[in-house]
Nanobody, 120 residues
């Protein structure tokens, strides 16, 4: 059974960098059949995909967030991390990590989500 667990501070000040970690168990983040991502949902809005990290370590980011987003990984800990810089209150959201089946639009596993609030 694959499990994903987000962790990180729930409150970040404006202009600072938000940093979250997703710890994966039950499956390797280097397995070639899957791609790992961060997705967020601001209050009252829909889901927003933020970026992918591939088994190779390559990354792809959502264009509107690309200049502020970095996704990295620690294969020894089977974790991947999101950093979002220069945050504003509009970055307040529930942040999810998720596993996608490579080559499809299917997300087969989600983390439970973590609320991050950006204070002004």
């Amino acid at each position: 059974q694959v499990q994903l667990q987000e962790s990180g501070p729930g409150l970040v000040k404006s202009s600072q960098t938000l940093s979250l970690t997703c710890t994966v168990s039950g499956g390797s983040i280097t397995a070639t059949s899957y791609v790992w991502s961060w997705i967020r949902q601001p209050p009252g809005k829909g889901l927003e995909w933020m970026g992918f990290i591939y088994p190779s370590g390559n990354t792809v980011y959502s264009p509107p967030l690309k200049s502020r987003t970095s996704i990295s990984r620690d294969t020894s800990k089977n974790q991947f991390t999101l950093q979002l810089s220069s945050v504003t209150p509009e970055d307040t959201a529930v942040y999810y990590c998720a596993r996608w089946v490579a080559g499809t639009s299917l997300i087969d596993y989600w983390g439970q989500g973590t609320q991050v609030t950006v204070s002004s």
